[in-house]
Protein backbone atom coordinates (compact mmCIF):
# COMPACT_ATOMS: atom_id res chain seq x y z
CA UNK A 1 0.00 0.00 0.00
CA UNK A 2 1.49 3.22 -0.94
CA UNK A 3 1.80 6.33 1.33
CA UNK A 4 2.66 10.26 0.82
CA UNK A 5 2.08 12.57 2.71
CA UNK A 6 2.41 16.25 2.30
CA UNK A 7 3.29 18.41 4.39
CA UNK A 8 4.02 22.35 4.84
CA UNK A 9 0.45 23.17 3.33
CA UNK A 10 0.35 27.02 4.11
CA UNK A 11 -3.46 26.64 3.52
CA UNK A 12 -5.48 23.81 2.93
CA UNK A 13 -9.08 23.98 1.09
CA UNK A 14 -11.08 20.63 2.51
CA UNK A 15 -14.70 21.38 1.70
CA UNK A 16 -14.96 19.61 5.07
CA UNK A 17 -16.22 22.66 7.20
CA UNK A 18 -18.97 23.76 9.23
CA UNK A 19 -22.32 25.76 7.18
CA UNK A 20 -20.56 28.93 8.65
CA UNK A 21 -16.98 27.44 6.15
CA UNK A 22 -18.21 25.06 4.52
CA UNK A 23 -14.64 25.15 2.92
CA UNK A 24 -13.07 23.58 5.90
CA UNK A 25 -10.13 25.93 5.87
CA UNK A 26 -6.97 24.71 7.72
CA UNK A 27 -3.45 26.48 7.64
CA UNK A 28 -0.44 25.05 8.33
CA UNK A 29 -1.61 21.50 7.68
CA UNK A 30 -0.68 17.88 6.36
CA UNK A 31 -2.59 15.37 4.45
CA UNK A 32 -1.66 11.78 4.33
CA UNK A 33 -2.94 9.47 1.35
CA UNK A 34 -2.77 5.87 1.04
CA UNK A 35 -4.19 3.66 -1.35
CA UNK A 36 -5.75 6.35 -3.55
CA UNK A 37 -7.76 7.29 -0.84
CA UNK A 38 -7.11 10.13 1.95
CA UNK A 39 -5.99 8.65 5.28
CA UNK A 40 -5.30 11.51 7.43
CA UNK A 41 -6.18 15.77 7.70
CA UNK A 42 -4.76 17.58 10.14
CA UNK A 43 -2.08 20.23 11.35
CA UNK A 44 1.70 19.58 10.29
CA UNK A 45 2.54 19.55 13.53
CA UNK A 46 0.32 16.07 14.43
CA UNK A 47 1.44 14.75 10.80
CA UNK A 48 2.16 11.04 10.59
CA UNK A 49 5.86 9.97 11.33
CA UNK A 50 5.83 7.27 8.21
CA UNK A 51 4.83 7.43 5.06
CA UNK A 52 6.60 5.97 1.90
CA UNK A 53 6.61 9.71 0.30
CA UNK A 54 7.56 13.33 1.58
CA UNK A 55 6.19 15.77 0.05
CA UNK A 56 7.03 19.73 1.50
CA UNK A 57 4.15 22.07 0.08
CA UNK A 58 6.61 25.20 0.74
CA UNK A 59 3.42 26.31 2.15
CA UNK A 60 1.64 26.87 -1.02
CA UNK A 61 -2.07 26.42 -0.83
CA UNK A 62 -4.05 22.63 -1.53
CA UNK A 63 -7.46 22.23 -2.72
CA UNK A 64 -9.45 19.13 -3.90
CA UNK A 65 -9.53 18.19 -7.66
CA UNK A 66 -12.02 20.32 -10.19
CA UNK A 67 -14.88 18.42 -10.77
CA UNK A 68 -16.19 19.49 -13.70
CA UNK A 69 -19.80 18.03 -14.56
CA UNK A 70 -20.35 19.24 -17.74
CA UNK A 71 -18.42 18.91 -20.84
CA UNK A 72 -18.36 17.11 -24.08
CA UNK A 73 -15.22 15.85 -25.60
CA UNK A 74 -15.81 13.83 -27.91
CA UNK A 75 -15.82 15.14 -31.14
CA UNK A 76 -14.52 16.41 -34.65
CA UNK A 77 -13.61 18.98 -36.69
CA UNK A 78 -12.79 22.57 -35.58
CA UNK A 79 -15.55 25.92 -35.16
CA UNK A 80 -13.17 28.34 -35.09
CA UNK A 81 -14.03 30.29 -38.06
CA UNK A 82 -17.59 30.40 -36.66
CA UNK A 83 -15.95 32.08 -33.31
CA UNK A 84 -14.42 34.09 -35.12
CA UNK A 85 -17.81 35.77 -36.94
CA UNK A 86 -19.21 35.81 -33.64
CA UNK A 87 -16.88 37.88 -32.56
CA UNK A 88 -17.55 40.57 -35.36
CA UNK A 89 -21.08 40.69 -34.26
CA UNK A 90 -23.05 37.24 -35.60
CA UNK A 91 -25.84 35.98 -33.00
CA UNK A 92 -24.82 32.12 -31.65
CA UNK A 93 -27.84 29.91 -32.12
CA UNK A 94 -28.07 26.35 -31.48
CA UNK A 95 -27.70 25.32 -35.13
CA UNK A 96 -23.92 25.45 -35.42
CA UNK A 97 -23.81 21.58 -33.66
CA UNK A 98 -24.84 20.22 -37.07
CA UNK A 99 -21.38 21.10 -38.38
CA UNK A 100 -19.52 19.65 -35.63
CA UNK A 101 -21.92 16.61 -36.25
CA UNK A 102 -21.00 16.01 -39.84
CA UNK A 103 -17.19 16.35 -38.94
CA UNK A 104 -17.72 13.72 -35.73
CA UNK A 105 -19.70 11.12 -38.47
CA UNK A 106 -16.62 11.22 -40.36
CA UNK A 107 -13.92 11.03 -38.04
CA UNK A 108 -12.59 7.22 -37.34
CA UNK A 109 -12.83 5.92 -33.47
CA UNK A 110 -8.96 6.09 -33.25
CA UNK A 111 -8.98 9.53 -34.19
CA UNK A 112 -12.01 10.37 -31.72
CA UNK A 113 -9.93 8.42 -29.03
CA UNK A 114 -6.67 10.57 -29.22
CA UNK A 115 -8.17 13.50 -29.19
CA UNK A 116 -10.11 12.55 -26.48
CA UNK A 117 -7.04 11.60 -24.33
CA UNK A 118 -5.45 15.01 -25.49
CA UNK A 119 -8.50 16.77 -23.55
CA UNK A 120 -7.94 14.52 -20.27
CA UNK A 121 -4.09 15.37 -20.22
CA UNK A 122 -5.34 18.79 -20.15
CA UNK A 123 -8.33 18.86 -17.93
CA UNK A 124 -5.49 17.24 -15.69
CA UNK A 125 -2.91 19.60 -16.29
CA UNK A 126 -5.14 22.05 -15.01
CA UNK A 127 -5.92 20.48 -11.66
CA UNK A 128 -9.41 18.63 -12.99
CA UNK A 129 -9.69 15.26 -12.08
CA UNK A 130 -13.18 14.18 -12.38
CA UNK A 131 -15.17 15.22 -15.66
CA UNK A 132 -18.65 14.03 -17.13
CA UNK A 133 -18.79 13.62 -20.60
CA UNK A 134 -21.88 14.06 -23.00
CA UNK A 135 -22.34 12.70 -26.39
CA UNK A 136 -24.65 15.12 -28.68
CA UNK A 137 -22.36 15.24 -31.78
CA UNK A 138 -23.65 11.67 -33.32
CA UNK A 139 -27.37 12.25 -33.74
CA UNK A 140 -27.32 8.81 -35.26
CA UNK A 141 -27.47 5.55 -33.82
CA UNK A 142 -23.83 4.20 -34.43
CA UNK A 143 -22.26 7.28 -33.67
CA UNK A 144 -23.97 8.24 -30.50
CA UNK A 145 -23.05 4.61 -29.33
CA UNK A 146 -19.44 5.33 -29.89
CA UNK A 147 -19.08 8.93 -28.21
CA UNK A 148 -20.79 6.91 -25.10
CA UNK A 149 -18.45 4.07 -25.68
CA UNK A 150 -15.25 5.80 -26.71
CA UNK A 151 -16.10 8.27 -23.24
CA UNK A 152 -16.63 5.14 -21.14
CA UNK A 153 -13.20 4.68 -21.52
CA UNK A 154 -11.95 7.23 -19.71
CA UNK A 155 -15.04 8.53 -16.99
CA UNK A 156 -17.78 6.88 -15.73
CA UNK A 157 -19.25 9.54 -15.72
CA UNK A 158 -20.86 9.35 -19.44
CA UNK A 159 -24.53 11.50 -20.78
CA UNK A 160 -26.36 10.15 -23.47
CA UNK A 161 -27.31 13.62 -24.87
CA UNK A 162 -28.67 12.04 -28.36
CA UNK A 163 -31.10 15.22 -27.92
CA UNK A 164 -28.95 17.74 -28.43
CA UNK A 165 -30.72 19.41 -31.45
CA UNK A 166 -32.83 17.85 -34.33
CA UNK A 167 -30.11 16.62 -37.12
CA UNK A 168 -30.33 18.16 -40.52
CA UNK A 169 -31.79 14.64 -42.18
CA UNK A 170 -34.54 15.15 -39.78
CA UNK A 171 -35.63 18.74 -40.09
CA UNK A 172 -39.05 19.36 -39.82
CA UNK A 173 -39.81 16.43 -37.79
CA UNK A 174 -38.86 16.55 -34.42
CA UNK A 175 -41.13 14.20 -33.05
CA UNK A 176 -39.85 11.36 -35.45
CA UNK A 177 -36.30 11.95 -33.95
CA UNK A 178 -37.42 11.88 -30.26
CA UNK A 179 -38.94 8.40 -31.33
CA UNK A 180 -35.10 7.29 -32.49
CA UNK A 181 -33.52 8.94 -29.66
CA UNK A 182 -35.97 6.99 -26.93
CA UNK A 183 -36.01 4.62 -29.24
CA UNK A 184 -33.52 2.77 -31.03
CA UNK A 185 -30.61 5.10 -30.11
CA UNK A 186 -31.31 4.71 -26.06
CA UNK A 187 -30.89 1.07 -26.57
CA UNK A 188 -27.53 1.52 -27.90
CA UNK A 189 -26.37 4.28 -25.67
CA UNK A 190 -27.80 3.28 -22.34
CA UNK A 191 -25.16 0.71 -21.62
CA UNK A 192 -22.46 2.63 -21.77
CA UNK A 193 -24.26 5.30 -19.81
CA UNK A 194 -25.19 6.89 -16.13
CA UNK A 195 -27.21 10.31 -17.11
CA UNK A 196 -29.72 11.35 -20.26
CA UNK A 197 -29.79 14.95 -21.11
CA UNK A 198 -31.63 17.18 -23.41
CA UNK A 199 -31.56 20.62 -24.85
CA UNK A 200 -34.91 22.12 -23.79
CA UNK A 201 -34.48 25.43 -25.49
CA UNK A 202 -36.00 27.25 -28.81
CA UNK A 203 -34.50 26.00 -31.40
CA UNK A 204 -33.58 22.24 -29.88
CA UNK A 205 -36.34 20.41 -28.23
CA UNK A 206 -39.89 21.32 -26.57
CA UNK A 207 -41.17 20.81 -23.22
CA UNK A 208 -42.92 17.94 -23.98
CA UNK A 209 -40.10 16.18 -26.04
CA UNK A 210 -37.80 16.79 -23.08
CA UNK A 211 -39.71 15.35 -21.03
CA UNK A 212 -40.23 12.15 -23.35
CA UNK A 213 -36.02 12.10 -23.73
CA UNK A 214 -35.92 12.04 -20.10
CA UNK A 215 -38.88 10.05 -19.17
CA UNK A 216 -37.40 7.43 -21.49
CA UNK A 217 -34.06 7.25 -19.46
CA UNK A 218 -34.96 7.42 -16.67
CA UNK A 219 -37.44 4.11 -17.79
CA UNK A 220 -34.35 2.56 -18.82
CA UNK A 221 -32.11 3.57 -15.18
CA UNK A 222 -30.44 6.69 -16.55
CA UNK A 223 -30.49 9.78 -14.29
CA UNK A 224 -31.31 13.17 -15.55
CA UNK A 225 -29.71 16.09 -16.12
CA UNK A 226 -31.12 19.23 -18.65
CA UNK A 227 -29.40 21.85 -21.02
CA UNK A 228 -32.04 24.80 -20.05
CA UNK A 229 -32.50 29.03 -20.29
CA UNK A 230 -29.17 29.68 -22.43
CA UNK A 231 -30.88 31.10 -25.16
CA UNK A 232 -33.90 32.83 -23.24
CA UNK A 233 -36.51 32.16 -20.82
CA UNK A 234 -38.36 28.64 -20.69
CA UNK A 235 -40.15 26.20 -18.59
CA UNK A 236 -37.13 23.75 -18.80
CA UNK A 237 -35.93 24.66 -15.25
CA UNK A 238 -39.08 23.88 -13.92
CA UNK A 239 -39.41 20.48 -15.99
CA UNK A 240 -35.57 19.60 -14.76
CA UNK A 241 -36.61 20.18 -11.47
CA UNK A 242 -40.27 18.24 -11.75
CA UNK A 243 -38.13 15.16 -12.79
CA UNK A 244 -35.87 15.46 -9.74
CA UNK A 245 -32.70 16.05 -12.36
CA UNK A 246 -29.38 16.24 -10.29
CA UNK A 247 -28.57 19.17 -12.26
CA UNK A 248 -29.55 21.83 -14.77
CA UNK A 249 -27.51 23.35 -16.62
CA UNK A 250 -26.57 27.20 -18.24
CA UNK A 251 -28.95 29.14 -16.45
CA UNK A 252 -28.69 32.34 -18.40
CA UNK A 253 -31.89 33.39 -18.24
CA UNK A 254 -33.89 32.85 -15.24
CA UNK A 255 -37.10 33.79 -14.25
CA UNK A 256 -38.32 34.47 -9.99
CA UNK A 257 -39.77 31.43 -9.64
CA UNK A 258 -37.13 29.21 -11.90
CA UNK A 259 -34.74 30.38 -8.67
CA UNK A 260 -37.46 29.96 -6.22
CA UNK A 261 -38.08 26.16 -7.76
CA UNK A 262 -34.11 25.47 -7.65
CA UNK A 263 -34.08 26.91 -4.15
CA UNK A 264 -36.95 24.51 -3.05
CA UNK A 265 -34.83 21.59 -4.92
CA UNK A 266 -32.10 19.20 -4.59
CA UNK A 267 -31.61 20.51 -8.38
CA UNK A 268 -28.06 22.11 -8.69
CA UNK A 269 -28.03 24.76 -11.25
CA UNK A 270 -24.32 24.87 -13.22
CA UNK A 271 -23.23 28.18 -14.38
CA UNK A 272 -21.01 27.68 -17.33
CA UNK A 273 -19.05 30.79 -17.55
CA UNK A 274 -16.74 30.02 -20.58
CA UNK A 275 -20.36 29.83 -22.80
CA UNK A 276 -20.93 33.63 -22.15
CA UNK A 277 -17.41 34.36 -22.13
CA UNK A 278 -17.32 32.59 -25.94
CA UNK A 279 -20.68 34.03 -26.93
CA UNK A 280 -21.35 37.51 -25.55
CA UNK A 281 -24.33 36.80 -23.64
CA UNK A 282 -25.05 38.19 -20.47
CA UNK A 283 -23.69 36.06 -17.87
CA UNK A 284 -25.76 34.71 -15.03
CA UNK A 285 -25.83 36.34 -11.72
CA UNK A 286 -24.88 33.90 -9.67
CA UNK A 287 -24.73 36.12 -6.33
CA UNK A 288 -28.95 36.79 -6.97
CA UNK A 289 -29.00 33.05 -6.74
CA UNK A 290 -26.90 31.62 -3.96
CA UNK A 291 -28.22 34.14 -1.92
CA UNK A 292 -31.78 32.61 -2.85
CA UNK A 293 -30.58 29.42 -0.92
CA UNK A 294 -29.97 27.61 -4.84
CA UNK A 295 -26.96 25.42 -4.93
CA UNK A 296 -24.67 26.08 -7.88
CA UNK A 297 -21.92 25.01 -9.22
CA UNK A 298 -19.25 25.77 -11.90
CA UNK A 299 -17.95 23.44 -15.17
CA UNK A 300 -16.19 24.39 -18.00
CA UNK A 301 -19.06 22.99 -20.71
CA UNK A 302 -15.77 22.71 -22.99
CA UNK A 303 -17.24 21.92 -27.05
CA UNK A 304 -15.98 23.36 -30.24
CA UNK A 305 -19.16 25.69 -30.58
CA UNK A 306 -19.70 28.33 -27.44
CA UNK A 307 -17.21 27.16 -25.05
CA UNK A 308 -13.83 26.03 -26.23
CA UNK A 309 -12.05 26.21 -23.13
CA UNK A 310 -10.93 23.16 -20.53
CA UNK A 311 -9.73 25.48 -17.59
CA UNK A 312 -11.48 25.67 -14.62
CA UNK A 313 -8.98 28.07 -13.23
CA UNK A 314 -10.17 30.14 -15.99
CA UNK A 315 -13.47 30.26 -15.13
CA UNK A 316 -13.33 30.62 -11.46
CA UNK A 317 -11.81 33.87 -12.84
CA UNK A 318 -14.61 35.08 -14.75
CA UNK A 319 -17.17 33.81 -12.50
CA UNK A 320 -15.33 35.84 -9.85
CA UNK A 321 -15.26 38.47 -12.16
CA UNK A 322 -18.43 38.54 -13.81
CA UNK A 323 -20.85 36.48 -11.90
CA UNK A 324 -20.37 38.11 -8.56
CA UNK A 325 -19.26 35.11 -6.59
CA UNK A 326 -16.56 35.38 -4.10
CA UNK A 327 -13.38 33.08 -4.69
CA UNK A 328 -14.87 30.98 -1.97
CA UNK A 329 -18.23 30.38 -3.48
CA UNK A 330 -16.22 29.54 -6.57
CA UNK A 331 -13.68 27.27 -5.80
CA UNK A 332 -16.81 25.31 -4.01
CA UNK A 333 -18.93 25.17 -7.03
CA UNK A 334 -16.16 23.68 -9.32
CA UNK A 335 -15.26 21.47 -6.60
CA UNK A 336 -17.74 20.13 -4.32
CA UNK A 337 -20.54 21.85 -5.91
CA UNK A 338 -19.49 19.83 -9.32
CA UNK A 339 -19.50 16.40 -7.30
CA UNK A 340 -23.04 17.38 -6.27
CA UNK A 341 -24.15 17.92 -9.67
CA UNK A 342 -22.83 14.63 -10.38
CA UNK A 343 -24.60 12.86 -7.09
CA UNK A 344 -21.28 12.07 -5.81
CA UNK A 345 -19.48 12.36 -2.39
CA UNK A 346 -16.45 10.65 -2.78
CA UNK A 347 -15.15 13.88 -4.94
CA UNK A 348 -14.40 17.41 -4.09
CA UNK A 349 -13.43 17.32 -0.71
CA UNK A 350 -10.41 16.19 1.18
CA UNK A 351 -11.14 14.24 4.05
CA UNK A 352 -10.56 10.12 5.22
CA UNK A 353 -12.31 8.31 3.15
CA UNK A 354 -12.09 10.54 0.28
CA UNK A 355 -11.06 9.54 -3.37
CA UNK A 356 -7.07 11.19 -2.64
CA UNK A 357 -7.76 14.21 -5.47
CA UNK A 358 -5.43 16.47 -4.28
CA UNK A 359 -4.31 19.71 -6.41
CA UNK A 360 -1.41 21.92 -5.18
CA UNK A 361 -0.72 25.38 -6.34
CA UNK A 362 2.20 27.29 -6.77
CA UNK A 363 0.77 29.68 -5.05
CA UNK A 364 -0.23 30.76 -1.13
CA UNK A 365 -3.77 31.44 -1.62
CA UNK A 366 -6.67 29.52 -3.33
CA UNK A 367 -7.36 33.84 -4.08
CA UNK A 368 -4.35 33.62 -6.88
CA UNK A 369 -7.07 31.08 -8.92
CA UNK A 370 -9.03 34.50 -9.52
CA UNK A 371 -6.23 37.32 -8.63
CA UNK A 372 -3.64 36.17 -11.38
CA UNK A 373 -6.29 34.80 -14.21
CA UNK A 374 -4.25 33.29 -17.47
CA UNK A 375 -1.67 31.85 -15.10
CA UNK A 376 -0.99 28.38 -14.96
CA UNK A 377 -0.60 27.86 -11.21
CA UNK A 378 -1.36 24.06 -11.04
CA UNK A 379 2.06 22.50 -9.58
CA UNK A 380 0.94 19.13 -8.99
CA UNK A 381 -1.88 16.71 -9.26
CA UNK A 382 -2.68 13.47 -7.35
CA UNK A 383 -5.27 11.73 -9.01
CA UNK A 384 -6.50 8.43 -6.68
CA UNK A 385 -3.32 8.76 -5.20
CA UNK A 386 -0.97 9.06 -7.81
CA UNK A 387 0.87 11.92 -8.90
CA UNK A 388 -0.23 12.80 -12.76
CA UNK A 389 1.76 15.34 -13.64
Same mark, same amino acid.
Given at each position: ? =????????? *?????????????????????????????? #????????????????????? #?????????????????????? *????????????????????????????????????????????????????????????????????????????????????????????????? &???? =???????????????? *?????? &????????????????????????????????????????? &???????????????????????????????????????????????????????????????? =?????? #????????????????????????????????????????????????????????????????????????
Amino acid at each position: M =MSTLITNIG *ELTTNAGSPDDRLGTLHDAAVLIEDGRIAW #VGASGDAPAHADEFVDAGGRA #VIPGFVDSHSHLVFGGDRAAEF *EARMAGQKYAAGGIRSTVAATRGATDDELRARLRGFIAELLAQGTTTVEIKSGYGLDVATEERLVRLASEVTEEVTYLGAHVVPAEYADRGDEYVDL &VVGE =MLDACAPHSRWIDVFC *ETGAFT &VPQSRRVLEAGIARGLKPRVHASQLGPGDGVRLAVELGAAS &VDHGTYLTDDDIAALAASDTVLTLLPGVEFSTRQPYPDARRLIDAGVTVAIACDTNPGSSFTSS =MPFCIA #VAVRDMRMTVAEAVWAATAGGAAALQREDVGVIAPGKRADVVLLDAPTRVHLAYRPGVPLVKQVWKDGVAAL
